[in-house]
């Protein structure tokens, strides 16, 4: 063994790097991170003043077609601006450490895809300033409404929308591209596929399905532009057209867009569960494996969406099929977590509280979800409040939860500072309350039949309506003691060390936060499985010398 | 301030690796960006299924003669860009540029026989789904094949600085592998739009 000298830390960065084209795929999943927030207050806030309209049965709050696009903003900005670009931090923070690799694979590429994020951003906030208001046809952009032009301007709220996510689709490529070339070609020396982290493996399936779908959008959102600029009649049954077509482009890609959000947060539950209930993963390879059955099957299942849409009853039912196969390789990962759950001695630290909140809301959801594969159900429910309520106990109670358990476990790792454990346990109790007081009684009002998609409502519905709202309003709580948080921590939490939660991996094993370079040249040589929590084997050769010369750094930097 | 780190691995990883990447991450663009066709290609077969009467009024059908030249054009290109890969891989620098440079003008009579082939139609892009499929699929294929040459134009220029392609250029290889791509598409597009007339 040579022993190398190796700068533990360098001179400290200027934050003037965080507003600049920088290619250090660090300082870019920051740059992500801290942009989808400042989107998801603006989200937010439309969706306190959604609830705060639907607090009451009459449309009172605004007018009923800035409630039209105050949803489709809501619905655009959380998905486009917020969860997608917080993944793709997340991505960029941990691929490259946990396989090793110095950088991403295209790091100038992965500035470019950042930089397009401000922009459709800026491009789509623009579109509450035109004549007649943003979109306000959905976050589907369904035609007819999409192609309908009534003011006649060349600069539409719509057009406008569609520029914003046929940008947003430009990046995703951009960043899809690189991440699958990264995970492919740039792993540790010794890490073959079956000893890579769990996350990786969910990220390369998602970002798989981007690259097999998001296309079909792009496809399909360039036909609706012509339909709406250019005079043709693609979706116009007037022009011989077929509206139900962009329906099918819009969810042969919009489905596995659920999983392109969920599955890396199925990454998140796998690496976290081992850490704090100190055990191995349960089921590794089934784990890993499963991510790529689902991108199979979540492929073949979205005419679910389309159940209402006059669609053939073979169709109906062959697609109802394939959408419950879908429960069993979930159904693996689920039990998985419960078997790496069970009788570990579980640490109940903020990461792993909103973990097994975010456990607890995604097997809720697939119930809901399970129902409303089913045909009769959905036709009975579908577009009302019981959909509105599934997918955002997946999307806020699973996958945002998850999300928070993943800044809190890596924020001293790449911040190189504690998050304070009483703040982030409050913002866990706020935020699972809330979610769950927001979005469980959309459930019976939807069973009762109350629309999506409406300013105002029959008085009967307004009891479980006053709940969800009030649980909105926590939820606009909750997102306080997080973000005082994260900056308080950020300017003078308490140093981190390279492994604050005693955990396995070999973003652990570099300096917290680590040099621009990852590893440099000095790559360590991966020998065994991830997750060996209590089997006392290495993770890598050498592995007591490099945490030695690691503590050893942490000293004398204590000591100056 | 510096620390004694240990270093396993004192031999570079990843400098061997790193020139191949570029083509990887082509090839993963190339199978994403043929979804996109996938989706117009499956588009058409719908719209045209289903369609009443699918012809505006007053047009008969399709040429084929003029595509059909244009076919072997586009698919003998693929032959001479192979052609000159393999000039190329022997190190023989000029006959790479000369084949190089024959596909260049076969594609560009490509775009030229594409031209004149709308100018000469009686329908245009807003004519119904059927001239609203035709212009889609030719114009975003002839979109493809402009990108092509360009890229070819490229990869021309660059060949001319010194030391640029000793061991072979992988720009060369994904311009080439683009290529073929593009010439696939093209008889799918061939077959599904000029020989399936009758719906
Ligand atoms: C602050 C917490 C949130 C609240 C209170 C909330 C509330 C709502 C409500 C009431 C609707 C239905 C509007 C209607 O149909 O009239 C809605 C729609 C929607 N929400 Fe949320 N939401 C929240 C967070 C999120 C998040 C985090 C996401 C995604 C990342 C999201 C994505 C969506 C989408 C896609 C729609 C559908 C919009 C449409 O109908 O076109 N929401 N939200
Ligand atoms: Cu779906």
Redesign the pocket.
Known sequence: MTLATFPASEPKPSWTRYFSFNTDAKVIGIQYIVLAFFF?LI??LL??I??GE?ITPEADLVDRTV?NGI??M???V??FL??FPVLNGLNNLLIPTMIGAPDMAFPRLNAVAFWLVPIFGVLLMSSFFVPGGPAYS???SYPPVSIQNPLGHLISGQGLWLTAVALSGVSSIMGAVNFVTTIIRMRAPGMGWFRMPVFCWTALAAQSLQLIGLPSLTGGAIMLLMDLVAGTTFYDPAGGGDPVLYQHFFWFYSHPAVYV?ILPVFGIFSELFPVYARKPLFGYVYVALASFIIVGLGLIVWVHHMFPSGVAEWMRNLFMFTTMLIAVPTGVKVFAWLGTLWRGKLRLTTPMLFCLGGLFNFVFAGITGIMLATVPIDLHVSNT?FV?GH??YV??GA??MGIFAGIYHWFPKFIGRMPYEGLGKLHFLLTFV??NL??LP?HPLGLMGM?????SYDPEFAFWNVL?SL??FL??VSIIPFLLNMVSSWVRGPKATHNPWNAIGLEWLLPSPPAEDNFGEHVPVVISRPYGYGLGKPLVEHQAEIEQALALAEQQEAAR | MTTAYPAPNAEPQHVEGHEKHNLTGFIIFLCSESVIFLAFFSGYALLKTSALDWLPPGVEGLEWQMPLINSVVLVSSSGTIYLAERAMAKGNIWGFRAFWLLTMALGSYFLYGQAVEWSGLQFGFTSGTFGGTFYLLTGFHGLHVATGVGLMTLMLIKSFIPGNYNGGEQGVQATSLFWHFVDVIWIILFVLIYVWQRS
């Open positions: 998801f989200g937010g969706a306190m959604i609830r639907l409630y949803y489709t809501h619905g655009t959380m998905l917020f969860i959905g976050w589907w959000i409040y509105v997918f955002h999307i806020y996958a945002v809330g979610a927001n979005f959309m629309p999506r998609r409406v300013s969800a649980g909105a939820l606009g």
